[in-house]
């Protein structure tokens, strides 16, 4: 039986939940609301890797980024680049065989907030290219659509706040994790 470890901000919570309703896995959750790589008050996600034993784990499923919102800027991008190096080359010297898939951050409604989460976004999608891990882009038009709305296909997938997601949201963003699982991507 396959072990899977999901990581990071509240999106986390509703992932995991989704991933027990779908998956026959053994599933582990670390997750704190408001964290990110940039603020490392509420969790130090890089020191959490550095001081964990991953070898456990077939899976490893990343929920950053939401709460990191990197300005425009080449020194704003070095910086959140070498962030996102680290965690991912952390854990891929804590667990070599591991199938990591970072899911992207979802679109947001508050249109500033949007607009630093796209580069966020972008340095996310590169980073997982260039250091050869999944990337899960849940902003299409069949999981939660190419802008922030809240209803797709008759299914209410995000919540009121702009930010979150639905149960049924997760459902449709696991399932495209899953896909990745199964080496259909």
Do not use: C
């Not at 001081?51 to 300005?71: A, H, K």
């Amino acid at each position: 039986m396959a072990k899977t470890l999901f990581l990071g901000d509240s999106l986390t919570a509703v992932y995991e939940k989704s991933a027990k309703y779908i998956l026959d896995e053994k599933i582990k959750t670390e997750y704190v609301s408001g964290s990110g790589l940039i603020n490392k008050n509420k969790k130090d996600w890089i020191a959490f890797v550095n001081n964990s034993d991953l070898r456990e784990f077939d899976n490893v499923i990343i929920s950053l980024g939401t709460n990191d919102f990197v300005q425009y800027g080449p020194e704003e991008w070095r910086k959140y680049y070498s962030l996102v190096f680290q965690l991912i080359a952390e854990i891929q010297n804590k667990n070599p065989l591991a199938t990591i898939i970072w899911i992207s951050p979802p679109h947001l409604k508050n249109p500033l907030h949007e607009r630093y989460l796209m580069h966020t976004r972008h340095i996310i999608k590169h980073s997982a290219i260039l250091l050869n891990i999944h990337y899960l882009d849940i902003n299409q038009p069949h999981i939660l659509g190419t802008q922030w709305q809240s209803v797709i296909h008759n299914e209410t997938v995000r919540t009121d706040d702009g930010i979150h997601i639905t149960r049924k949201g997760g459902v449709r963003v696991i399932r495209e994790a899953v896909k990745i699982l199964n080496g259909q991507d």
